[in-house]
C-alpha cells in the first residue's frame, strides 16, 4: 500500500473506521496495529495484534506523549497502510 506520511494523513485513514498497518521493525519484522480515530471523542483506539493488547490515547497529543515510538516510526516512514 504505501508509508502514511503524517499525522493528519493518518487520521483522515482511520476517520471513524478501522485500518491496518504494520510499524515495519529492523530485520524485516513488523508490528501489526488495527488503528481507528474517533472524531466525536477525539480519541485513538490501537489494537496491538502481536499481543492483543488495545490503547485509547485522548487526542493527538496523549497519543504523541504516550507513544513516542510510534511516532518515532512515523517520521522514518515505516507505517504502512495494508489492506
Known sequence: ?????N???LKTQCLNKNND???ALNGGLR???NITYNSTT???HIHNEIDNTYDVFNGDEDFKEKYPL???ALKMGAI???R
Do not use: H, N, P, Q
Open 21 to 23: 498497518y504494520y510499524i
Open 1 to 5: 500500500m504505501g508509508s502514511v506520511k
Open 70 to 72: 510510534f511516532f518515532a
Open 42 to 44: 477525539d480519541r485513538w
Open 80 to 82: 504502512i497502510k495494508y
Open 7 to 9: 499525522l493528519a494523513e
Open 31 to 33: 508490528s501489526s496495529k
